[in-house]
């Protein structure tokens, strides 16, 4: 299904730019091309039926994800910002002997327990002139519900959970993404989202696949490079997460002029604070769309489109993506009510490799995964978003939403954002611990955001203690690692009360 999908892309626009990086350029013919020898590479380097993929957002990324594809085999998208040792227990966990790399990451691969085959060591150019004059191999004939990808949600814990994602959740999410953003093929997309991650594999390789966009990749994520391509390469459509948007924000090349061609900005990921939403507007004339999904759903649940938009929600359900809001006894809540999401739809995932009690836990036999996030539908369907049901924080009895708190603290107007999680205490159980990065240039102290979040909270939602630092701990796409703040505050806080 997906390799038809660029076959088709060649069919019908084989000389507009599929993908660009500064270093390859590729039409979608070239890109077709490209990725039938890379499907002779990899039948003549491995019989595993899975082979790891580790390169940066570029022009080689589809073709080698393509060739994998074209192969019959398990394209397994790996994270090179994690640790070896991290790193090492994917690969093992996904029973690799083979990952397709560059000779940037070197070092990284000869620590891994695979072989490293480095595209630069192979004749591609020639390859590929050779493969302009031979008929293009069929596409395989695969399971629509057979793995097309593993992508792994966390490589940071002993037992790293690889999401297993089929052909047809990959081309359903796609197409229905596409519907639902209602993208047409003049527009070019500025890619800067890790290929590794699901919203950059999906919305900056897969959608523009399925509708013959131009895609402009960034490597590495850098807001003045973002900035640069977006005014020389005129793109229309980016999609971010809200730490990468708040960086753009405070990038000093950053201005409306620069940014004008975009008119599309798609934000998800992490939930989005209001002063870099706000600000996006003001500085720039530019609407951010919230969209909401997970690895496990391929990922798009919601999103927020051109035309059907509110402000604070992640838009409504995608075409053939169902959603309900449940109580933790499982039963159904009434619209406004605030429970955890359920969603079943084509994109939800096959289960985890090799873990099918992890897979259980989360998807019933009727198809409804449990996500572990916590929201609320309302009358016209748009979602929104209010925290994790691991990270809520009960305080004396009361239940607590860190998202909550977040949202009081980023209103104020000296904070870009904000963090909050739960912390032991004697007397109550757990309290709200907050951390807080402020605007650039702004000075804020915890007691005047303490009285400000009175104002607004209750009382036993206001922090007790709050961090005000310049930086926050974050992952390889930007997201706060609230596990990490946790480190930090390992140590129970005394009984003592205000």
């Known amino acids: 299904m997906l390799v038809d999908m660029l076959l088709d892309a060649n069919r019908r626009c084989p000389h507009t730019l599929a993908v660009a990086d500064g270093i390859l350029t590729l039409t979608y013919r070239r890109l077709t091309l490209l990725a039938s020898v890379m499907r002779e590479v990899l039948q003549s380097r491995t019989k595993c039926p899975r082979v790891g993929i580790m390169l940066p957002a570029s022009a080689a990324f589809p073709a080698v994800l393509f060739g994998a594809l074209w192969s019959s085999k398990v394209g397994v998208p790996l994270n090179f910002l994690l640790s070896s040792e991290e790193l090492a227990r994917i690969v093992r966990d996904s029973e690799l002997d083979l990952i397709v790399t560059v000779g940037h990451f070197k070092d990284l691969a000869a620590r891994l327990p695979a072989r490293a085959l480095f595209l630069e060591t192979l004749p591609l150019k020639r390859k590929a002139l050779w493969a302009t004059f031979r008929r293009l191999p069929r596409p395989p004939r695969v399971d629509s519900h057979g793995t097309a990808v593993i992508l792994y949600t966390s490589g940071t814990t002993a037992e790293p959970k690889g999401v297993e994602l089929t052909h047809y959740n990959l081309h359903s999410n796609s197409v229905d993404g596409l519907h639902a953003l209602r993208i047409d093929s003049h527009q070019t997309v500025l890619n800067i989202l890790p290929p590794f991650h699901v919203f950059g594999l999906t919305a900056t390789v897969l959608i523009p696949i399925a509708n013959c966009l131009t895609v402009y990749a960034l490597?590495?994520?850098?807001?003045?490079?973002?900035?640069?391509?977006?005014?020389?390469?005129?793109?229309?459509?980016?999609?971010?997460?809200?730490?990468?948007?708040?960086?753009?924000?405070?990038?000093?090349?950053?201005?409306?002029?620069r940014l004008s061609s975009i008119g599309l900005a798609i934000?998800?990921?992490?939930?989005?604070?209001?002063?870099?939403?706000?600000?996006?507007?003001?500085?720039?004339?530019i609407t951010l769309r919230q969209g909401y999904g997970l690895t496990e759903t391929s990922p798009v649940v919601s999103v927020c489109s051109l035309d059907v938009h509110r402000d604070g929600t992640v838009g409504r359900p995608i075409r053939n993506v169902q959603v309900r809001i449940v109580s933790s006894d499982g039963a159904e809540l009434p619209l406004g009510q605030e429970g955890e999401i359920l969603v079943r739809g084509p994109g939800v995932m096959k289960?985890?490799?090799?873990?099918?009690?992890?897979?259980?836990?989360?998807?019933?036999?009727?198809?409804?995964?449990?996500?572990?996030?916590?929201?609320?539908?309302?009358?016209?369907?748009?979602?929104?978003?209010?925290?994790?049901?691991?990270?809520?924080?009960?305080?004396?009895?009361?239940?607590?939403?860190?998202?909550?708190?977040?949202?009081?603290?980023?209103?104020?107007?000296?904070?870009?954002?904000?963090?909050?999680?739960?912390?032991?205490?004697?007397?109550?159980?757990?309290?709200?611990?907050?951390?807080?990065?402020?605007?650039?240039?702004?000075?804020?102290?915890?007691?005047?955001?303490?009285?400000?979040?009175?104002?607004?909270?209750?009382?036993f939602k206001v922090p007790r203690e709050i961090y005000i630092s310049e930086n926050l701990p974050k992952g390889p796409t930007g997201k706060v690692l609230k596990r990490r703040l946790r480190e930090l505050c390992s140590r129970p806080l005394p009984d003592s009360t205000e």
């Open 219 to 257: 490597p590495r994520f850098s807001p003045a490079a973002v900035v640069k391509a977006a005014a020389e390469k005129k793109t229309s459509v980016i999609a971010a997460i809200p730490s990468m948007y708040a960086a753009i924000l405070k990038a000093k090349s950053a201005s409306r002029e």
């Open 267 to 285: 934000c998800a990921g992490e939930p989005l604070p209001d002063s870099v939403r706000i600000g996006f507007q003001e500085h720039f004339g």
């Open 351 to 459: 289960g985890y490799y090799n873990k099918p009690e992890e897979t259980r836990q989360v998807l019933d036999a009727e198809g409804w995964f449990r996500t572990g996030d916590l929201g609320r539908l309302d009358d016209e369907g748009f979602l929104t978003i209010t925290g994790r049901v691991k990270d809520m924080i009960i305080v004396g009895g009361e239940n607590v939403y860190p998202r909550e708190i977040e949202a009081a603290l980023e209103a104020h107007q000296a904070v870009l954002q904000a963090a909050v999680i739960g912390v032991p205490h004697g007397a109550r159980g757990e309290v709200p611990v907050a951390f807080v990065i402020p605007k650039e240039g702004a000075q804020v102290t915890e007691l005047e955001l303490r009285n400000h979040a009175r104002q607004v909270l209750a009382g």
